[in-house]
């Protein structure tokens, strides 16, 4: 197994130093691409949260892609509120209600407690889930932990809307890049998650990514990733999400052996429900959508670093529910921990 890369930051006292860097840019904030400019220890800007991490869930979670989850679970820790506002979004219990989490602030010590709970359950990784606004307290929280004895590869699971600079800032922190690229449209981007600059920033973030881990893998012993970028892009219905488009930015702007996860598990949940603004995200996408996006795949991508969910199962399986925090997802028992079912062929 591969000493993930803050053990020896930590050593040095450089983790320390990025602590440091990246605290300050909390006071002026920066930590994102709103670029709120506030002082996030007196007020809040767009994500709702303060200078404090704010923690939703824990949890060994076994349905993530295979190379993540293994046989023991990705320590997933999910991170209260969000700097998106999709209006599909599947997490919207925890990441668009920050008045039930406006109590929950806790401290760098208990956030290691939870890193080293995860790591002590047997976790393959620690699965940092929406850290694009919490990303100093995450790394406060890693500092304390490695110094205690954290010795599991880091993953940052995020929604793409990232900053460089935060980026460049993680660079040996994070073992394991996993963002989403949800939009190749800007009016799309406003439209479903009221970031009309995402294609730009995304890209920017996932070139950043690209630039500390490159399109290369390093598996452990026990078949899961501990270095390495893997890209997620969930198919939407009418072609909201323009996957071709970002399939092709890829391959001609980074390396067509870049790890994809395609996902085929979006259905209509939060505002795609319970309002009539959004017509064409009310419906699961059809058999011809994810037959073009697989297609794209095969067309613009290279190599085996590729993950295909199953169309017809997916939109069942990945439903969680946040009312349970600490167990939000289905029953573990509808994913196959015996012998993962292997991706459809591309």
Request: hydrophobic fraction near 35%; charge should be negative.
């Amino acid at each position: 197994m591969t000493s993930p890369s803050y053990l020896a930051l930590a050593e040095s006292g450089e983790l320390a130093e990025r602590v440091r860097r990246l605290d300050g840019l909390l006071s002026n904030c920066t930590v994102c691409p709103h670029e709120c400019r506030i002082d996030r220890s007196l007020e809040l800007g767009f994500c709702s949260t303060g200078v404090d991490p704010v923690v939703a869930s824990w949890t060994a979670h076994f349905g993530e892609e295979p190379v993540i989850s293994g046989r023991r679970g990705s320590g997933t820790v999910f991170l209260a509120n969000c700097n998106m506002r999709c209006v599909f979004c599947q997490n919207h219990q925890i990441s668009q209600d920050p008045e039930a989490f406006r109590e929950a602030a806790t401290i760098a010590e208990a956030l290691a407690d939870i890193f080293l709970g995860l790591q002590k359950q047997g976790c393959h990784n620690l699965n940092w889930v929406s850290p694009s606004h919490q990303a100093p307290q995450l790394v406060r929280a890693l500092e304390v932990a490695a110094r205690r004895g954290l010795k599991l590869p880091v993953v940052y699971n995020s929604n793409g809307y990232d900053s460089v600079e935060v980026l460049s800032l993680l660079d040996g922190v994070v073992d394991i890049y996993m963002p989403d690229l949800k939009y190749a449209d800007e009016e799309n981007a406003a439209e479903c998650s009221r970031v009309a600059d995402y294609p730009r920033r995304a890209r920017n973030a996932i070139t950043e990514m690209f630039r500390q881990v490159g399109d290369g893998w390093e598996i452990g012993p026990e078949g899961t990733l501990e270095r390495g970028l893997l890209l997620r892009m969930l198919v939407l219905p009418n072609d909201l999400a323009g996957v071709r488009e970002s399939l092709q930015w890829v391959a001609e702007n980074l390396s067509p052996r870049v790890g994809i996860s395609l996902m085929a598990q979006y259905y209509p949940s939060h505002l795609a429900v319970t309002s009539r603004r959004y017509p064409l995200l009310t419906r699961t996408i059809s058999a011809g959508e994810w037959r073009r996006a697989v297609d794209g795949l095969e067309t613009f991508m290279e190599g085996d670093h590729h993950w295909v969910q199953d169309h017809r199962l997916a939109p069942a399986y990945y439903r969680p529910d946040f009312s349970d925090t600490s167990e939000p997802f289905t029953d573990r028992r509808d994913f196959d921990l015996s012998e993962p079912t292997p991706p459809e062929d591309i």
